[in-house]
């Protein structure tokens, strides 16, 4: 079995992450995707900020779509979206992780 150097692993996925960490960028896109990280959801715009107007969530709910993070599925009068990228999934667990990890030690702002 040949041993892949990580190094190299990361130069050949490099345009690839960094089109993911672009569409992980946004505050609004995070949130969308952590309740999507439960599941296929059907009300995608209760959980972003109730400032943001429908219009505002749509484009987002598309600039994902257009990236491939999330996929769409209609039925009927409803639209079920569902993370559709198994590269966001994994950085998105990661993100969860790290952000439990410092809810655990209070390390919410590591600023000095």
């Known amino acids: 079995m040949k041993h892949t150097d990580p190094i190299d692993e990361l130069r050949a996925n490099a345009d690839r992450m960094a089109a993911v960490l672009r569409l992980l960028a946004n505050r609004e896109r995070l949130i969308m995707l952590c309740r999507l990280s439960a599941g296929e959801a059907r009300q995608i715009h209760q959980f972003v900020d109730r400032c943001l107007a429908q219009s505002a969530v ?9 990236g491939g993070a999330v996929a769409v599925r209609a039925d009927a009068q409803s639209r079920y979206y569902r993370i559709a990228d198994d590269m966001v999934r994994s950085i998105f667990n990661a993100l969860c992780e790290a952000c439990g990890e410092q809810s655990a030690t209070g390390l919410h702002n590591t600023a000095a």
Do not use: I, T
């Open 58 to 66: 749509s484009q987002h709910l598309g600039v994902l779509r257009e």
